[in-house]
């Protein structure tokens, strides 16, 4: 071998480190004080997201940041994630906001419980929220009545505690999982699912700022907006590669010829990640409607209704 050659290769050795290593820290990460710390999720909730969303909300709480913004346009994704991701949102030690933006985005299904978790949860103009009955993705054949209305009244409990939590309506809350009710941002506003509308960031801030939230210790923090420092948070490379390989016209692929379908499946927690190869008709995800509307792959051929 020649010395170039390693040289190359150490060089190579020492990049694929260094990725690894840095893959978890978000892009962004500067000073403390009353930042506010902005995350945007655009696309299905599928595992990394979570990974995403619970690596922003503990840099910022690190840093002691004024509150977090969570961005999100989501047709849903998967409901363990979701947990994670409410789980995070509604544990936080900063105000986490939740806005449904630009104009004309969706918080579906999964969307829907994110949002409602939230301590301030907004919508831009011509946004839309709801459609969270729970569907299984994957696998064929059909869930039993039995199993299709437990996972449906797990959510709906779910959603209305949520609600609840938040000082949110949970019957309407809970139309949203029992009867798939999407809600327009002035019907959400007025079914009191959300806080406020604003059509931008600025008028967001404009609206917020002054207004008091509580965080799950019992702790009044004031939102402080006026001319707040705002620190984007991106997704890391290895996190954006994870992202776009797990969305569903990707994530599910057949082996020619096989009959076996070769499954992404990302395990964020502690930075793991796996592909997994199942036979057919075995791997199955609960996702939601509006994840599923947006994959064709051929795991996805008799998709469950819940």
């Excluded at 694929?16 to 710390?37: D, N």
């Excluded at 047709?75 to 947990?83: E, F």
């Excluded at 409602?116 to 949860?121: E, I, K, N, Y």
């Excluded at 941002?185 to 002054?210: T, Y």
Aim: overall charge positive; aromatic content about 6%.
């Amino acid at each position: 071998m020649t010395k170039l050659v390693k040289m190359r290769l150490t060089i190579i050795f020492f990049l694929t480190f260094s990725l690894v290593l840095f893959a978890g820290i978000p892009a962004g990460f500067s000073a403390t004080g009353q930042e506010v710390y902005l995350l945007r999720v655009e696309g299905a909730i599928v595992p990394v997201v979570a990974d995403y969303v619970r690596k922003g909300i503990r840099a910022a709480e690190e840093a002691g940041a004024g509150c977090v913004l969570l961005e999100i346009n989501t047709p849903g994704g998967l409901y363990g994630t979701t947990q994670e991701i409410v789980e995070c949102i509604m544990n936080s030690r900063v105000p986490v906001i939740v806005y449904v933006s630009p104009a004309g985005a969706w918080a579906g299904s999964a969307g829907t419980f994110i949002t409602l978790s939230a301590h301030v949860a907004a919508m831009a103009p011509g946004s839309r929220i709801g459609a969270a009955h729970p569907v299984s993705v994957g696998g064929e054949g059909e869930m039993t009545d039995v199993q299709k209305e437990k996972i449906t009244q797990d959510a709906a409990a779910w959603v209305r505690s949520i609600a609840q939590m938040r000082g949110r309506d949970p019957s309407q809350a809970e139309m949203a999982v029992l009867e798939s009710k999407s809600f327009s941002d002035g019907e959400a506003l007025k079914a009191n699912l959300i806080d406020l509308v604003a059509a931008s960031r600025e008028e967001l801030f404009k609206q917020l700022h002054g207004r008091t939230v509580t965080l799950i210790d019992g702790k009044e923090v004031e939102l402080k907006l006026d001319d707040a420092p705002l620190n984007s948070l991106v997704m890391s490379p290895v996190q954006r590669l994870l992202f776009k390989i797990s969305e569903p016209n990707i994530a599910y692929i057949r082996a020619p010829g096989m009959g076996v379908n070769l499954v992404v499946k990302v395990h964020c927690r502690r930075g793991s990640t796996s592909l997994l190869a199942k036979g057919k008709g075995v791997h199955r995800e609960v996702g939601s409607e509006g994840s599923r509307r947006q994959s064709h792959g051929p795991m996805n051929k008799n998709p469950i209704r819940g």
